[in-house]
């Protein structure tokens, strides 16, 4: 197989949707009642403070917004596989699904005040959308990324460590992406929360077309066609 003339451009649409999970969770912590919407471990672990009795949680928030994210995430790994011989037309098809989701939920969310706690109905429309939409996004790009996870952000600054001077390691020439990715989420979660003074919708309008302009753009791309290795 022909392998692409130019470097392929998925690392730095990695690092781009790495800022939109930024944008999604400071919405879906400060916005709709300290919940995540991409970062599952935090729902998880808000689960078990709930269930050995924490107080001011909200469980069904986190337990939505992780049912949401599972079924996001089968659907958007079981279209990879059927659309696993058409690579571009599957990137293309996810980023529309999971962006037209995100404008969803920020059509659900218009006029819609932040919450921290105990979420109205509305707010659960937006955390599910929210959710479904990150499950899409992140199956879609985990079965891309081989040089840096949009939601693992522990995964990647071990990672990093592992493979700096101060890890021991020798250097890896995809270190300035994993770097660039903790930046990228630290950069999104400011951005989600300045957008959050506007109102929810914007912010989540900001996240959807991060999304659509990050994949479909790399869908576009030439260098879609192979697989990262390839």
Do not use: C
């Not at 089968?74 to 999971?98: D, E």
């Not at 995100?102 to 659960?124: D, F, I, K, M, N």
């Amino acid at each position: 197989m022909s392998v692409p003339a130019h470097p392929d451009p998925l690392p730095k649409v990695l690092v781009v949707l790495t800022a939109v999970t930024g944008v999604v969770d400071a919405v879906a912590f400060l916005g709709l009642g300290q919940i995540f919407t991409a970062f599952m471990t935090g729902n998880i672990l808000f689960l078990g403070f709930a269930l050995a009795g924490g107080e001011d949680l909200t469980p069904l928030g986190s337990l939505t917004a992780l049912a949401a994210f599972v079924v996001g995430a089968a659907a958007g790994n079981r279209l990879g596989v059927a659309l696993q011989a058409r690579r571009r037309r599957w990137i293309f098809t996810s980023a529309v699904i999971a962006a037209a989701l995100l404008v969803v939920g920020a059509l659900a969310a218009l006029g819609l005040p932040s919450v921290t706690r105990e979420p109205s109905p509305r707010h659960y429309a937006v955390i599910a959308s929210t959710a479904l939409a990150m499950g899409v996004r992140s199956a879609t790009m985990w079965r891309l990324g081989t040089v840096l996870n949009t939601t693992l952000v522990t995964g990647t600054l071990v990672t990093w460590i592992r493979h700096s001077a101060l890890g021991g390691g020798a250097g890896d020439p995809s270190q300035r992406y994993r770097a660039a990715g903790l930046v990228a989420v630290l950069t999104g979660a400011a951005i989600g929360t300045l957008l959050l003074r506007v109102s929810i919708t914007t912010a989540l309008l900001v996240a959807a077309a991060g999304v659509l302009g990050g994949m479909g753009g790399y869908a576009a791309r030439p260098a879609s066609r192979w697989p990262p290795n390839a």
